[in-house]
Nanobody
Framework: QVQLAESGGGLVQAGGSLRLSCVVSGPPSFSSYSMAWFRQAPGKEREFIAAINGGGSIVYGNSEKGRFAISRDNAKNTEYLQMHSLKPEDTAVYLC????????????????WGQGTQVTVSS
């Protein structure tokens, strides 16, 4: 049973930074999974932010490249999302996900999900 647990969300002022973490438990080989971050705001579709595979290759979605950075530590079964220059429109639930498919960008390609962590950016 693969389980994902996010942490690091919270309330931050516009222009601030946050670092989200996602710890993965259960898989025999964490490095064989592509890991991703998505976010979902109320009334909006789930949005792809970035994905990283076990070798460190990265793909970003359209909107947040330059402000957000994804990384992972295979020894700790953990992925991260460093967010800078946060804006009120970044307010959403941020979810991590794991997939056997390499650097997938559709949420439909991800098999395992965390419960999400709320990020709220005040103006």
């Amino acid at each position: 049973q693969v389980q994902l647990a996010e942490s690091g969300g919270g309330l931050v002022q516009a222009g601030g930074s946050l670092r989200l973490s996602c710890v993965v438990s259960g898989p025999p080989s964490f490095s064989s999974y592509s890991m991703a971050w998505f976010r979902q705001a109320p009334g909006k579709e789930r949005e792809f932010i970035a994905a990283i595979n076990g070798g460190g290759s990265i793909v970003y979605g359209n909107s947040e490249k330059g402000r957000f950075a994804i990384s992972r530590d295979n020894a700790k079964n953990t992925e991260y999302l460093q967010m800078h220059s946060l804006k009120p429109e970044d307010t959403a639930v941020y979810l991590c996900a794991a997939s056997r498919l390499d650097l997938a960008q559709s949420h439909l390609k991800y098999d395992y999900w965390g419960q999400g962590t709320q990020v709220t950016v005040s103006s």
